[in-house]
């Protein structure tokens, strides 16, 4: 084990370097499902009642106006919110099927294969390869690669918009992805040692 600052790396023999699968990272976006975000969104407000009186009768166009446009903006600021915990998601399912493919790599090749144990990782934790990401710069699209994990570590499936609260999308999903990663970071049993980026080379290709 090699320690360089305050990190430990993994003593890998040798000196060439390892090709991993690539990384395939689905950012298309899916317009069909926004706007399906939009129609759930404006209904979400209406039972949750986020804007006060805004079913009672209305005489005046003008209020009637007003209440629209509210109901809008607090709709437009939900989906928004809603699409960057999709996103989120999407990058997280990318990279939890990559350190997937990256088990089974290192399980294949005699010189990588003393790294794994077939229940644990006791030296190249799970996380390790999001740490790798970092080390690598690999562009997330502005999204922090521990944040996209947690998320998919939180819901095996891109959950609907409709399952959650207001509070959730506006104040409490960055909390949950944190928590989750982190968690699942502590699984590795200690020391948790970090993948040499100079050891390890690999393709990312958005699709």
């Known amino acids: 084990m090699e320690i360089l600052g305050s990190r430990r790396y993994v003593e890998i023999p040798g000196d060439r370097q390892h090709d991993l699968p690539p990384l395939l990272l689905r950012t298309a976006p899916e317009p069909a499902r ?11 407000i209406d039972e949750e009642e986020l804007i006060p009186n805004a079913n009672l009768p209305v005489i005046d166009p003008a209020i009637e106006l007003m209440f629209d446009r ?23 399912d ?15 090749r005699p010189d990588l294969r003393p790294l794994l144990r077939p229940d644990v990782w006791p ?21 922090e690669p521990e944040t996209a994990v947690g998320m998919r570590l ?10 959650f ?13 944190s928590t989750a990663y982190e968690s699942w970071a502590k699984l590795s049993p200690d020391p948790v ?7 390890f080379r690999f393709e990312v290709h958005d699709m």
């Not at 939900?78 to 999709?86: A, H, M, R, S, T």
């Not at 891109?158 to 399952?163: I, R, S, V």
């Open 70 to 92: 509210r109901r809008t903006d607090l709709a437009l600021q939900l989906v928004e919110q809603y699409v960057k915990l999709i996103d989120a998601w999407r990058l997280g």
């Open 123 to 143: 030296h190249a934790g799970r996380s390790s390869f999001v740490t790798l990401l970092r080390d690598k710069s690999v562009d997330t699209h502005g999204v």
């Open 34 to 44: 926004y706007e399906h975000a939009m129609e759930l969104a404006g209904s979400l």
């Open 193 to 199: 040692s970090s993948l040499p980026p100079e050891r």
């Open 165 to 177: 609260s207001n509070q959730f999308l506006l104040l409490l999903k960055g909390t949950l992805a």
């Open 154 to 163: 939180s819901f095996r499936q891109p959950p609907p918009l409709n399952c």
């Open 94 to 108: 990318s990279i939890v099927e990559w350190i997937r493919q990256c088990e089974t790599t290192f399980e294949l």
